[in-house]
């Protein structure tokens, strides 16, 4: 069975900074690119980030490009989001989703279609 389960969410101020983990089980993990989206209040679910299976690859949608980095452990088969320089416009629910394939190419890499597994999300907060 195919689980994410994400953490490391909470309330920070903004210009701080936190790091969520994905913590996968149930496939074989090195094999599928991993990515992370976000859901604001009141608005569509949206990619963040993507990194492909060998993690040689990484990309960024642009509202986070230079302040958020993506990584991953296949050895604990889990994956992160470190975000720094937090804004109040961050705030939102993250989910990590599996992707069907092993790459982030392309000019869609992060739309919902190409993923077939989702986490529940942890919410982030970035408030004074």
């Known amino acids: 069975q195919v689980q994410l389960v994400e953490s490391g969410g909470g309330l920070v101020q903004p210009g701080g900074s936190l790091r969520l983990s994905c913590a996968a089980s149930?496939?074989?993990?090195?094999?599928?690119?991993i990515a992370w989206f976000r859901q604001a209040p009141g608005k569509e679910r949206r990619g963040v980030s993507c990194?492909?299976?060998?993690?040689?690859?990484?990309r960024y949608a642009d509202s986070v490009e230079g302040r958020f980095t993506i990584s991953r452990d296949n050895a604990k088969n889990t994956a992160y989001l470190q975000m720094n320089s937090l804004k109040p416009e961050d705030t939102a629910v993250y989910f990590c989703?599996?992707?069907?394939?092993?790459?982030?190419?392309?000019?869609?890499?992060?739309?919902?279609?190409?993923?077939?597994?989702w986490g529940r999300g942890t919410q982030v907060t970035v408030s004074s």
């Open positions: 989703a599996r992707a069907r394939l092993s790459d982030c190419s392309g000019t869609y890499y992060l739309a919902e279609y190409r993923y077939d597994y």
């Open positions: 149930g496939f074989t993990f090195d094999n599928h690119a």
């Open positions: 990194i492909t299976s060998s993690a040689r690859s990484l």
